[in-house]
């Protein structure tokens, strides 16, 4: 399984200032006024794993009601992909800081 | 004198806008809350900034309603309070509890006009969790509001007339449209037809929609049963047995499903509504009279009060504003309200018949393997309800299975699961869908942070 092949495919060009978050300690590039779901999903295959059984999850409804695409934030918050902006400098995870530590 | 009554509108799509528009002609100030980043609800998104998007091209036959209603909105901004990306997370005392911003107030409030929209009605079958499976409701949101298309090669699933306008919509966006299945027979379609005649414009323009996908050679089935997707940690297929019974195998790396829409009513829960099961759309509604009036101050507009798509939600959204002006005591212009009475029951009419057209498929969800995975929050399975009811449960209640399995006790509060959830239930107790009860609503309707919920006083 590829994680870098984007689930979601650009069918309509963005203007607007580029900008760099990063996910999972990768670099991820965005345009402001995307949301944050958008961005990653463009060029990843998920957003994050489960907490029971760690399968990938990439979100369901896109629309703030199913709360599946919440994605980590580097302090330890949490953040709904589908209903907030992406944001110059962000430092997301797929996972709870602490949990690669944890699994080993 | 004048009026100092607090009125405050919940829901900035064309329910909201309407009732919000029709209450500022009357003098008063209003208070418009929003979870949207944007006004327009789900179905009139804006497209978000920077977005190269032909919105006119991809609404159709609805780009002037869509356009209008944004214009209007643009007009009535100066005069009202308007709150985007606000949650509202509970009701109690005529007080409503916000978060915007990770900052919690409070809003007193003298009459609510609740206009809170639907989402989608989901049935879950094996796989539906692999990242790729999205509602048909998100597919069109990520096009509308991200100009994206939810995979290459995107099979629809479901059954709602939504299925053909979406897979056309991905196509006209170079999207290729693997399959359009629906769950209902052909005959089921069929016996619908004098009701959705009522409605030919509406009739014509869904044919086309399907006739435009046939002529492009879009597989489009009927009577299929939803069986399993395909795949290693994301969607490859969609299978699936035809009408006839034959096992079939669609390649694709995305599915949209939708069964219709499922009216979010937690605040209305939380105000005061009444529920009732409603044996058309399966699923509880909220009670309410012909202008929206649901308890004392309460009133609900829109599909949040009873799905009737755009045109009923701007019919609604009036009504209900007239509704608050009458009890107000305040005049209102009989002649439009009886009118727009007319107008709002002739159109969820429609929605009933559609309803019956486009089934929810109560003997598939039944009879769905114990495999399958039911409540996507907490990862329940189908057969750990059957299991806990066959031996523990004693009289079947279905927040009793709720607490003795976690399904449905989840992040989404059995948003997703619940309609699926009460068919299970039902099915294994063997009695009538509404005898097996109703998931309650909590507050906060919504995940919040701790901190914010703290705050309020």
Known sequence: M???????????????PRITLQFDGEAVEASEGESLLAALLTQRSFLRRSEFGGEPRAGFCLMGACQDCWVWSDTGGRLRACTTDATAGMVLRSQPPGVDALRG | MPCVAEIVVVGAGPAGINATERLCAHGHRVVLVDEGRQAGGQGYRRASPGLALDMAALMGTEAGKYEALHARFARLLP????RPQTLVWAVEDRTLHLVQAGVAATLRFDALVLATGAMDKIAPFQGW?????????GAQVALKDQGCLIGRR??????????????????????????????TPFAGKLAALPALA????????????????????????????????GGDGHVEALILRDRRGRERRFPCDAIALGYGLKPETQLAELAGATLRFDEAFRL????????GRAAPGLYLAGDGAAIGGADAAEASGGL???????DLGEPVDERARLALRRRLAWLRGFQKGLARAFAWPVAQIRALPDEAMLCRCEEIRIGEIRQAMAQQLGPVEINRVKAMTRCGMGRCQGRVCGP??????????????????RLRAQAPIKPIALCAAGEAP
């Not at chain 2, 014509?204 to 399907?210: A, K, N, P, Q």
């Not at chain 2, 509880?284 to 202008?291: G, K």
């Not at chain 2, 699926?420 to 009860?437: K, S, T």
């Open chain 2, 284 to 291: 509880w509604l909220p009670q309410c009279d012909a202008d």
């Open chain 2, 79 to 82: 005069q009202i309070d308007y």
């Open chain 1, 2 to 16: 590829d994680d870098h092949a984007g689930q979601f495919v650009r069918a309509v060009s963005r203007q607007g």
């Open chain 2, 420 to 437: 699926a959830l009460q068919e299970i239930v039902a099915g294994a107790a063997g009695i009538a869908g509404e005898q097996a009860g």
């Open chain 2, 198 to 229: 009522r409605s030919p414009r509406t009739l014509w323009r869904g044919l086309s929609y399907l006739g435009g996908a046939m002529l492009a050679g879009v597989p489009v089935l009927h009577g299929v049963t939803p069986v399993e997707v």
């Open chain 2, 320 to 326: 209900a504003a007239m509704a608050v002006l009458a």
């Open chain 2, 129 to 137: 969790t692999l990242p790729g499976v999205f509602t048909l409701g």
């Open chain 2, 154 to 183: 995107v099979a629809f699933l479901g059954s709602s007339p939504l299925l053909a306008l979406a897979a056309a919509q991905y196509r006209k966006l170079g999207g290729e449209v693997v399959v359009i299945a629906d769950t």
